[in-house]
Structures are given as structure tokens and as C-alpha cells.
């Protein structure tokens, strides 16, 4: 795997692009399963993503994961859910389009053209106009200054509260829960089927976590699969009996 | 005296940047025709090489020197240059500059990631302003002329590929989304 | 660039007058070039109508607007510092007065916006003071003496609540960050 520093990136989007990139790939929807691991993996292992960014980048890996489950599992999907992989191919190429815009405008700062205002000093402007410099607002008292400092101060405290919004914290299902909820569905019914598995999902990412989980565990060679034919039913047994 | 001429005037001794329709307000004239005679005074200057320009921004002007003349204006201000942009910093001061006003929504939609920090800095340089849409209930963000100065520009229109950028049909399905 | 647009940048961002000479050393031009293009611009100006005017003082050279202008641009300036403070404008002083000497980047973190506009023109109305600090090198500002005046008080401790609203704590955690 190819090392990435943070100036290389920044943000979800930004680490995507540059693995598509290191790999001379375009953008495709194709492309983006074949990349979902390596995302994934340089994610998880990732010291230097900020913790409150945690969950933008967890939002993608979520919609790799989708595309490359549905690029390995296409009985699974119908064609209305089509979107979602759709939607990330299209971020993703409108989003190298701003960044290839964002190096000309660097190079454009770089350039150093600076345009300078003529200077606004008390000096020059009494050449033009003789009168006294001090002309107070005529409301303004004391009062009006104690009270909008008041004001300030509530603006601000609230502010200081201000912590991240609640929904980029909602609880999301964690593989590690997952790997012990089917842990626990195989101690119980010897035998699961893997369709089963995914319907009992609540949403899109909850599907994902789970087959991320059925990844990890046949990963750790936990599980063992049955598939009658191409495109069957999946079973699924534990393999510690 | 000509319109032209107390446009430049009035230009030149404001603090802050006048809008059409101060400017209509202060020359007893009206916008469009004010308006016209701003993209003359630009022209003007540009075709004459003059040391003078005039930027644009949201309905903003400004009489600014022409930017060839920067690295000598630099050297004689002995001005010292802001400092560097962050990576995200420019990403999102680039999508800002072509697709303002746009909102924060918008914005994080397009950069897949929370930008709340990034807009606070860049509203603390002075290089985009903000501004409450009622109608929307929302702050939608627009680049300041100070980002038009920093970048030696007439407006955003002359940004590279702006056109395409602005009016970009992905985006806009991306965007379509978040309503 | 041409000799002549480099003269009009510069007379353009001085804040003072300057001479042939030290317009010299400026542009690598020679004095008796340099007069001669002041003049082919000074005429330039008067010909086309310009709103600008180059004046010349004791041999020291300076842009400024043209005189036929000068009613509208007295009345403009009046304008421009006469009258009520802004929203942002009230905040800013309202915080300088309670808690200066403030720098402008302590400013500009407690109200969150870029404030060299709204600095200037407190400046420029005398509300305000500025002063360079060499330890911390930069400018620092206070309320005028005629503002505590006018305000009819004898200093800012004067102030309602100034003690207690001077130490705030909400305002301590805000500046925190900055170091």
C-alpha cells in the first residue's frame, strides 16, 4: 500500500482521489470497488484523521463498501438502488474538477499580482476635507455599549457550547457488534442464510456493516460458506464445532 | 462633470467598496447606466495600460493598481504578503469563488467532510463574506474583493474554466440532492 | 509594464507626495524622463475627463480627485463618517471599549469576521486609537479620548460593570485559542 501524508488529501473525498490517482484509475464505478479495501484499510489505520472528521470518512468507506458488495453480489441489489454508487462516481469526479481548479487558482496566488487600494489615512483625507476628525454616532451612550457587550458575551458562550451537531455522532452499528450479533445467530440456528443476513438490516449502512462483519469473520476463517450454484443462496455455519 | 468621472472620484476616496446602487444613490444616475459606464472605465484602463483597474465582485466595486505593477508596489508598500492557505483552506475558498453564494451544506456536500472551521478562518481573513438568506434561512457564502486583490483578478469571471465550473451539470445533480 | 503605469500605481498607493527622485530610485527611471511622463499624464487625466487629477507641490507629485468633483466628493465623505455606527461597527467599538488595548486579531477572533474595514473607519471618526505595540509587534487599539468624553465619563473604568465585564471569562477562553 502506498503511503499518503495528509498534505497529500484532506478530507474523505481528497484520500479517495489520491488512491484512484496513484493507480493512474479513472473514475468508475468499477474502479471505486476495486479500491473499497485498500480505503478502508488506510483509514482504520490512520493516526492523523482528525476525530470529529472520523464520521465524514467513515460516510465514504460506508458507500465503497456498498458498491463493491454490489459489484460482487448484483442478485442482491435492485435496479432502483442503482443510485447510491452512481452518486459517489459522480462527487467524486466533480470534486477533482474543483481541485484541478484549485491548483491554477494556487498558481494564480503564487504569481504574487496583488492589487493595492489607495490608502484611506486621516492625513489625506483632511487635505480634501477640513473639518474635525471626530464625529461620534450621535445614539451611541454608555448604556448602549454596556448592553450590546452583554450581547457579545451571550453570543459568545454560546458559541463555546457549540460542539459538533448531534447527527454526525449518531451511533452507527459497529463491525465488532455485528461479528458478535452473528456469532451469536450461528450459536443459535447452526446455519444462517447470508440473504437473511443482509435483510435484516435496518438501512444501507447497517447492510453494509453487516457484510463487512461476514468479510472479517470468514477473514478470521470463522465461518464456513455453502453456495449450491452461481448466484444461490449463500449458507452460512461456524466453522468451531 | 461626466458620470465617468465622478464614478472614478467617488472610487477613489472610499473606504469600502460601493455598489451600484450607492453609487446611483450618490450620482443622481441609474444602475444600468452606471453599470455601463464601469465596464467602460475598465476597459478603458485595460486597453491604455494604465497603472489603475477596476474589480468586481457581487455587485461591489473597487479602484485598485493594475496588477503587473504588484511586484513594484510590493517592493515600495514593503507590504508583507498574507500568509499560506491550507490545502483545505484552498479547496474550499476554490468552490466558494465558483459556486458562491453557496451554502455550508453545499459546500460539505461537495468537499464530503464538516467545514465549519475552514469558514470561520476564511471569514476571519476577510477572504469570503457571509450572508443570512431569508428566504432560505440559511448563511450562503460569497469570495470578498479582498480574495479578488489577493488573486490580482477583474472578478470571478476571470477565473480559469469559470463558465464551466459555475454552471456545471453534475454539480447541480449532486447538489439536488441535499433539497 | 511602461514607465507611466508604474508612476501611476505608485502616486496611486502613496500616502504621501513624492518626488522626481525618489520616483527615480523607484521605477530605475531618470528624473527628466519621469517629469515628462507626469506630464503627458496629467494632460491625459485633464483631456479625458478623468475623475482623478495629478497634482504637482513643491516639486513633490500626487494623485487625487479632480477638483470639479469636489462638491460631490465633500458631500460623499460627510456621509461616509457622519451618522449611526453600523451593527458591526457598534460590536467592534463596544468590545475595544471594554476590553482595549485589543489587537485587531483578538478583534477579529471575537467577532468571527475580518474587521480591517470596520477598524479603519472607527479611525477614521476618531472613535478609536491605534497603537504599535514593539513587544508584541502590532497595532493595539484603545477608544479615543474624545469618545470617553463623549460619552461623558472620565475613563473607561467608568464604564457599567467595566470590572466585571472587563475580566470576562467567556471572553478569556475566546483569546485563549489565539496563542
Known amino acids: 500500500m502506498i503511503e499518503f501524508t495528509t498534505e497529500k488529501f484532506s478530507g474523505p473525498l481528497g484520500l479517495l482521489l489520491s488512491l484512484i490517482e496513484s493507480e493512474e484509475m479513472d473514475i468508475t464505478e468499477i474502479n471505486l470497488a476495486k479500491i473499497a479495501d485498500e480505503y478502508v484499510a488506510y483509514v482504520r489505520a490512520a493516526e492523523n484523521i482528525d476525530p470529529e472528521e472520523l464520521a465524514d470518512f467513515l460516510v465514504v468507506a460506508a458507500k465503497l463498501l456498498y458498491i463493491k458488495s454490489k459489484a460482487l453480489l448484483p442478485y442482491l441489489y435492485t435496479d432502483t438502488e442503482e443510485e447510491e454508487?452512481?452518486?459517489?462516481?459522480?462527487?467524486?469526479?466533480?470534486?477533482?474538477?474543483?481541485?484541478?481548479?484549485?491548483?491554477?487558482?494556487?498558481?494564480?496566488?503564487a504569481q504574487e499580482k496583488f492589487l493595492y487600494l489607495p490608502p484611506i489615512t486621516?492625513?489625506?483625507?483632511?487635505?480634501?476635507?477640513?473639518?474635525?476628525?471626530?464625529?461620534?454616532?450621535?445614539?451611541?451612550?454608555?448604556?448602549?455599549?454596556?448592553?450590546?457587550?452583554?450581547?457579545?458575551?451571550?453570543?459568545?458562550?454560546?458559541?463555546?457550547?457549540e460542539k459538533l451537531p448531534e447527527e454526525k455522532l449518531e451511533?452507527?452499528?459497529?463491525?465488532?457488534?455485528?461479528?458478535?450479533?452473528?456469532?451469536?445467530?450461528?450459536?443459535?440456528?447452526?446455519?444462517?442464510?447470508?440473504s437473511k443476513l443482509l435483510r435484516a438490516a435496518t438501512n444501507k449502512t447497517e447492510m453494509i456493516v453487516s457484510f463487512l462483519a461476514v468479510l472479517e469473520l470468514a477473514k478470521q476463517k470463522e465461518l464456513i460458506f455453502e453456495q449450491d450454484e452461481l448466484f444461490s443462496e449463500i449458507h452460512i455455519t461456524s466453522n468451531k464445532q | 462633470m461626466t458620470l465617468k468621472s465622478?464614478?472614478?472620484?467617488?472610487?477613489?476616496?472610499?473606504?469600502?467598496?460601493?455598489?451600484?446602487?450607492?453609487?446611483?444613490?450618490?450620482?443622481?444616475?441609474?444602475?444600468?447606466?452606471?453599470?455601463?459606464?464601469?465596464?467602460?472605465?475598465?476597459?478603458?484602463?485595460?486597453?491604455?495600460?494604465?497603472?489603475?483597474?477596476?474589480?468586481?465582485n457581487n455587485g461591489q466595486y473597487q479602484i485598485t493598481t493594475a496588477s503587473d505593477n504588484a511586484a513594484l508596489i510590493k517592493e515600495f508598500l514593503k507590504s508583507e504578503t498574507s500568509g499560506e492557505l491550507s490545502q483545505p483552506?484552498?479547496?474550499?475558498?476554490?468552490?466558494?469563488?465558483?459556486?458562491g453564494p453557496i451554502s455550508k451544506l453545499e459546500l460539505e456536500k461537495?468537499?464530503?467532510?464538516?467545514?465549519?472551521?475552514?469558514?470561520?478562518?476564511?471569514?476571519?481573513?476577510?477572504?469570503?463574506?457571509?450572508?443570512?438568506?431569508?428566504?432560505?434561512?440559511?448563511?450562503?457564502?460569497?469570495?470578498?474583493?479582498?480574495?479578488?486583490?489577493?488573486?490580482?483578478?477583474?472578478?470571478?469571471?476571470?477565473?480559469?474554466?469559470?463558465k464551466k465550473l459555475n454552471k456545471s451539470e453534475e454539480l447541480a445533480a449532486v447538489l439536488e440532492e441535499i433539497k
Open chain 1, 171 to 194: 451511533p452507527k452499528m459497529n463491525i465488532e457488534e455485528k461479528i458478535l450479533l452473528i456469532r451469536q445467530m450461528l450459536f443459535d440456528k447452526v446455519r444462517v442464510n447470508f
Open chain 1, 85 to 109: 454508487g452512481d452518486d459517489l462516481e459522480k462527487q467524486l469526479r466533480m470534486y477533482k474538477e474543483f481541485i484541478e481548479a484549485s491548483r491554477q487558482i494556487k498558481d494564480i496566488i
Open chain 2, 89 to 99: 483552506s484552498l479547496e474550499a475558498l476554490t468552490i466558494i469563488a465558483y459556486r
Open chain 2, 6 to 56: 465622478q464614478l472614478e472620484s467617488l472610487l477613489f476616496v472610499s473606504i469600502k467598496s460601493l455598489s451600484l446602487k450607492e453609487l446611483a444613490a450618490l450620482t443622481n444616475a441609474k444602475t444600468n447606466e452606471i453599470e455601463e459606464v464601469l465596464r467602460t472605465l475598465t476597459e478603458d484602463y485595460e486597453r491604455a495600460g494604465s497603472g489603475l483597474a477596476i474589480i468586481k
Open chain 2, 110 to 162: 461537495i468537499r464530503g467532510i464538516n467545514c465549519s472551521l475552514i469558514i470561520r478562518n476564511l471569514l476571519i481573513r476577510g477572504l469570503i463574506e457571509e450572508k443570512f438568506e431569508k428566504t432560505k434561512n440559511e448563511n450562503y457564502y460569497n469570495v470578498s474583493l479582498d480574495f479578488i486583490r489577493f488573486l490580482g483578478i477583474g472578478s470571478v469571471n476571470d477565473l480559469p474554466d469559470y
Open chain 1, 122 to 161: 486621516k492625513s489625506r483625507r483632511i487635505q480634501t476635507i477640513v473639518e474635525p476628525t471626530f464625529s461620534p454616532p450621535t445614539k451611541v451612550t454608555a448604556l448602549i455599549l454596556l448592553e450590546q457587550f452583554k450581547k457579545i458575551l451571550a453570543d459568545l458562550a454560546k458559541r463555546n457550547e
